[in-house]
DNA sequence: AGAAATCCTAGTAAAGAACTAGGATTAAAC
DNA sequence: GTTTAATCCTAGTTCTTTACTAGGATTTCT
């Protein structure tokens, strides 16, 4: 039950273009700078927030990326949906009915997968972006030694 | 953000033996055969379990297992976390002192993974292991053939 | 004594995660 | 119009973890 860190790196590299790209479109060497996170795997986790329509980017010299919609309207829970793939603890038939579990009038389990994922679905959606903007300049600015970083 | 098959497994196993158990010990065997699961790797399961105390075991011939507690006393958060270890989707230093993230002060993301750990926990506990039985036996009154088996 | 069970540790094959690599394309700046 | 700075696209590769398999030792009932 661990996210990889397609998530976690992806979460918190969307937070640091939402608070630099206010002005001008943020490069993926920029971020990876910031948030030490290799430059070629970060931008396979850009791709997908753009694939998903999370962020917009604009080709050439002096381009970059930037968010699609207003931070308050992207959810924790689009973004690692984005890059995770369905939360859901386990990939069970008696949600997306294509798939071949002949057990899912029998299964007693799905009730518990059902009820794991509507949780996690409602805590990650009720978390915005722009909340954990705000959050992230208030700490900057209690420990403007930038000096630390996170692994998660 | 998947559960392995050890939960999956051993929450079945563990709904299983709290329904048969009632007059007499399981053996691994007779679990491992309803639940279509491999003998030898539900007897590691079975060790995960006893280990967090959550069932006891009887040696030699026409021994098995019980369960340690009441099924009404036992969530599948018990279960769960018995099996998988921690439930949290990130192991985050914030929460544990002893590991070593020196951006904890400065993490923003650390709100997040605590508010989807504290959903999940909330979710499983909820869930007691009795409430699962009576599903299941009503389940198979329903569909008596009991041809189908669930992988999940 | 034999059979039926748990207990314990180690090995192993397959899958997935986490990158790395090599270039093609686009567009601004000079 | 060439250079430079960026995104885009697809493969390959290494490492870790998962999901078992295997071989026995021990216990207890018959």
Same mark, same amino acid.
């Given at each position: 039950?661990?996210?990889?860190?397609?998530?976690?790196?992806?979460?918190?590299a969307?937070?640091?273009?939402?608070?630099?790209?206010?002005?001008?479109?943020?490069s993926?060497?920029?971020?990876? !700078?910031?948030?030490?996170?290799?430059?070629?795997?970060?931008?396979?986790?850009? !791709?997908?927030?753009?694939?998903?329509?999370?962020?917009?980017?604009?080709?050439?010299?002096?381009?970059?990326?930037?968010? =699609?919609?207003?931070?308050?309207?992207?959810?924790?829970?689009?973004?690692?949906?984005?890059?995770?793939?369905?939360?859901?603890?386990?990939?069970c !038939? =008696?949600?997306h009915?294509?798939?071949?579990?002949? =057990?899912?009038?029998?299964?007693?389990?799905?009730?518990?997968?059902?009820?794991?994922?509507?949780?996690?679905?409602? !805590?990650?959606?009720?978390?915005?972006?722009?909340?954990?903007?705000?959050?992230?300049?208030?700490?900057?600015?209690?420990?403007?030694?930038?000096?630390?970083?996170?692994?998660?």
């Open positions: 039950m661990k996210l990889s860190t397609k998530g976690r790196y992806g979460l918190r969307l937070i640091d273009l939402a608070q630099y790209s206010e002005t001008e479109p943020v993926i060497g920029s971020i990876a !700078a910031r948030q030490s996170i290799s430059e070629r795997y970060l931008e396979q986790l850009m !791709a997908m927030l753009k694939k998903e329509g999370l962020i917009t980017s604009i080709r050439g010299a002096g381009g970059g990326y930037v968010l =699609a919609k207003e931070a308050k309207d992207i959810s924790v829970g689009d973004v690692l949906r984005a890059l995770e793939g369905s939360l859901e603890p386990v990939d !038939a =008696a949600f009915t294509d798939e071949g579990c002949d =057990a899912s009038d029998i299964c007693v389990t799905k009730y518990v997968w059902h009820k794991i994922n509507e949780s996690i679905n409602q !805590a990650v959606d009720a978390i915005k972006l722009d909340t954990l903007v705000s959050e992230s300049k208030a700490m900057q600015d209690k420990h403007p030694s930038g000096e630390m970083k996170c692994k998660n």
